[in-house]
């Protein structure tokens, strides 16, 4: 639970013996702004969540920001977190790792709420809105860029807004600031319409924050959060659809992957072979290891001990269950450290003759933007299951170190399996022909539309040994019942 609170006088006048140094840094980033708001209203954690609370920022600082009136910046309000950043580094929340490198995750976030004609204090739901952000980042170890989006699926504010996902970009204001344990960025959270979100899939949210500067109503040069606005930038001004597509026609999408509800099974063998029974729904149903599997574990560990100077399994912190934290960061799809606790040798190649894809609806209307955004311009996409460790990546003849090869298009590598495709142009031989992703973009049109489909949707291609199926979140929410 939080409470709205002035700052201290301890805070704002900067006693170093009772102020963490972390927490000072950002502080004075703050005072740079906004010296004359030494006390902004603050919403603190009652319950630090260090001490067991459930929101990972300590503080969301609100300041109320005159704007820029020579650049048509409309009055608004500021909101600044602490806590993704190690504020005191001690290693109660963050592990510390040196000066050199990101402190924490390495960023703080910010958000500009348009302030309402006669609002003399600032909304407190956007402080809850950064807990929750922050919460996915602590529980994933995700960590945020700008120029990513987040579906969020209902108005920020819980009314009947428009404004119901987010787009992130650097904070127009804010500078980087070196604390003692590390550098810290500024994201700026940028509410936007489920179409300007559709866009930024497409193509890249860049591009559509650009769109949205030129846009006074839409948030102008500051990106400013209007939650009454009832048009989309296309709306607005239709001239800027044609951008958007011209972009993605010429430069496809960035999205390199999605976090999704996913699974993946293997139709090669039947279900009660034990040898390749964890392929069956990885991430969703508990994985059956056979006694030659059993046997390779045990032996590559003995080797591990003998000839590994690193413990092969990372100690266990002595923190509540609850709150335990990985030592390691991930970048937004793979964790940089489970390659090296896992010794290589259990990590095993297989070729997969027919596979079968499940998707929730969500999952499901991405895969036009995958073959057509992604794999048309010689790029991979990737779906990382958020029920598990399954990742299902799709790449082309563009990217290198894939282990799914022309004789062998469907490869799994532990939980993930990829799906190869040749770069869909005329000077190339092609696995998948181009009339047959044409086909799969016709056969997948309705998943591209708005309409909400009727569930569930299966699409096969036989010659292909290939099968995806749509089905409801349900399916993914409850995969045992």
Same mark, same amino acid.
């Given at each position: 639970?939080?409470?709205?609170?002035?700052?201290?006088?301890?805070?704002?006048?900067?006693?170093?013996?009772?102020?963490?140094?972390?927490?000072?840094?950002?502080?004075?980033?703050?005072?740079?702004?906004?010296?004359?708001?030494?006390?902004?209203?603050?919403?603190?954690?009652?319950?630090?969540?260090?001490?067991?609370?459930?929101?990972?920022?300590?503080?969301?600082?609100?300041?109320?920001?005159?704007?820029?009136?020579?650049?048509?910046?409309?009055?608004?309000?500021?909101?600044?977190?602490?806590?993704? %950043?190690?504020?005191?580094?001690?290693?109660?929340?963050?592990?510390?790792?040196?000066?050199?490198?990101? !402190?924490?995750?390495?960023? &703080?976030?910010?958000?500009?709420?348009?302030?309402?004609?006669?609002?003399?204090?600032?909304?407190?739901?956007?402080?809850?809105?950064? #807990?929750?952000?922050?919460?996915?980042?602590?529980?994933?170890?995700?960590?945020?860029?700008?120029?990513?989006?987040?579906?969020?699926? !209902?108005?920020? +504010?819980?009314?009947?807004?428009?404004?119901?996902?987010?787009?992130?970009?650097?904070?127009?204001?804010?500078?980087?600031?070196?604390?003692?344990?590390?550098?810290?960025?500024?994201?700026?959270?940028?509410?936007?319409?489920?179409?300007?979100?559709?866009?930024?899939?497409?193509?890249?949210?860049?591009?559509?924050?650009?769109?949205?500067?030129?846009?006074?109503?839409?948030?102008?040069?500051?990106?400013?959060?209007?939650?009454?606005?009832? &048009?989309?930038?296309?709306?607005?001004?239709?001239?800027?659809?044609?951008?958007?597509?011209?972009?993605?026609?010429? $430069?496809?999408?960035?999205?390199?992957?999605? !976090?999704?509800?996913?699974?993946?099974?293997?139709?090669?063998?039947?279900? $009660?072979?034990?040898?390749?029974?964890? !392929?069956?729904?990885?991430?969703?149903?508990?994985?059956?290891?056979?006694?030659? +599997?059993?046997?390779?574990?045990?032996?590559?560990?003995?080797?591990?001990?003998?000839?590994?100077?690193?413990?092969?399994?990372?100690?266990?912190?002595?923190?509540?269950?609850?709150?335990?934290?990985?030592?390691?960061?991930?970048? %937004?799809?793979?964790?940089?450290?489970?390659?090296?606790?896992?010794?290589? &040798?259990?990590?095993?190649?297989?070729?997969?003759?027919?596979?079968?894809?499940?998707?929730?609806?969500?999952?499901?209307?991405?895969?036009?933007?995958? =073959?057509?955004?992604?794999?048309?311009?010689?790029?991979?996409?990737?779906?990382?299951?958020?029920?598990?460790?399954?990742?299902?990546?799709?790449?082309?003849?563009?990217?290198?170190?894939?282990?799914?090869?022309?004789?062998?298009?469907?490869?799994?590598?532990?939980?993930?399996?990829?799906?190869?495709?040749?770069?869909?142009?005329?000077?190339?031989?092609? =696995?998948?022909?181009?009339?047959?992703?044409?086909?799969?973009?016709?056969?997948?049109?309705?998943?591209?539309?708005?309409?909400?489909?009727?569930?569930?949707?299966?699409?096969?291609?036989?010659?292909?040994?290939?099968?995806?199926?749509?089905?409801?979140?349900?399916?993914?929410?409850?995969?045992? #019942?």
């Amino acid at each position: 639970m939080d409470e709205v609170r002035p700052t201290s006088g301890a805070q704002t006048h900067g006693l170093v013996p009772l102020f963490p140094p972390g927490l000072q840094a950002i502080y004075g980033e703050c005072r740079r702004m906004y010296p004359e708001q030494a006390n902004p209203l603050q919403v603190t954690a009652i319950v630090k969540y260090w001490l067991g609370g459930p929101d990972p920022l300590d503080y969301i600082s609100m300041y109320r920001s005159t704007g820029c009136p020579a650049q048509d910046i409309q009055e608004h309000w500021h909101y600044v977190s602490f806590g993704l %950043s190690d504020l005191y580094g001690d290693n109660r929340v963050h592990e510390f790792t040196g000066t050199d490198g990101p !402190s924490g995750f390495g960023f &703080e976030l910010t958000f500009r709420l348009k302030r309402e004609t006669g609002e003399t204090a600032p909304p407190t739901w956007p402080a809850e809105l950064m #807990q929750g952000l922050a919460r996915y980042v602590f529980q994933s170890e995700n960590t945020f860029c700008s120029g990513d989006h987040i579906s969020w699926h !209902s108005p920020l +504010d819980n009314s009947e807004s428009r404004i119901q996902h987010m787009l992130l970009t650097e904070d127009p204001q804010m500078q980087p600031v070196q604390t003692p344990f590390g550098s810290v960025s500024f994201l700026q959270i940028v509410g936007v319409c489920t179409e300007e979100l559709q866009a930024a899939q497409q193509w890249n949210g860049q591009g559509i924050l650009e769109l949205m500067r030129g846009v006074r109503v839409a948030g102008g040069s500051w990106l400013i959060t209007d939650m009454r606005r009832g &048009e989309t930038i296309f709306d607005i001004d239709p001239h800027l659809q044609e951008r958007v597509d011209q972009g993605i026609e010429t $430069e496809g999408s960035n999205l390199s992957g999605v !976090s999704a509800k996913c699974v993946w099974d293997d139709l090669s063998r039947p279900p $009660e072979d034990e040898e390749d029974s964890r !392929s069956i729904c990885i991430g969703s149903q508990p994985r059956r290891l056979s006694d030659k +599997d059993t046997e390779q574990i045990r032996e590559t560990l003995r080797k591990g001990l003998e000839f590994n100077s690193k413990a092969a399994i990372p100690p266990i912190s002595s923190q509540r269950q609850s709150h335990e934290r990985p030592q390691s960061r991930k970048d %937004s799809l793979e964790s940089e450290s489970s390659a090296a606790i896992v010794p290589h &040798e259990l990590v095993r190649t297989r070729q997969l003759e027919s596979i079968h894809l499940k998707f929730n609806q969500e999952s499901g209307t991405l895969l036009p933007l995958c =073959l057509r955004g992604r794999l048309l311009h010689g790029r991979h996409f990737t779906y990382k299951s958020i029920n598990g460790d399954t990742a299902i990546t799709f790449v082309s003849t563009g990217v290198e170190g894939a282990f799914a090869t022309e004789e062998h298009p469907y490869a799994a590598h532990g939980p993930w399996l990829q799906v190869y495709t040749h770069r869909l142009t005329d000077k190339l031989k092609i =696995l998948l022909t181009e009339e047959f992703v044409e086909q799969m973009l016709g056969d997948l049109q309705e998943l591209n539309t708005r309409e909400e489909t009727k569930l569930p949707k299966e699409y096969s291609w036989p010659e292909k040994k290939l099968k995806i199926s749509v089905l409801p979140d349900s399916v993914f929410d409850n995969p045992l #019942q």
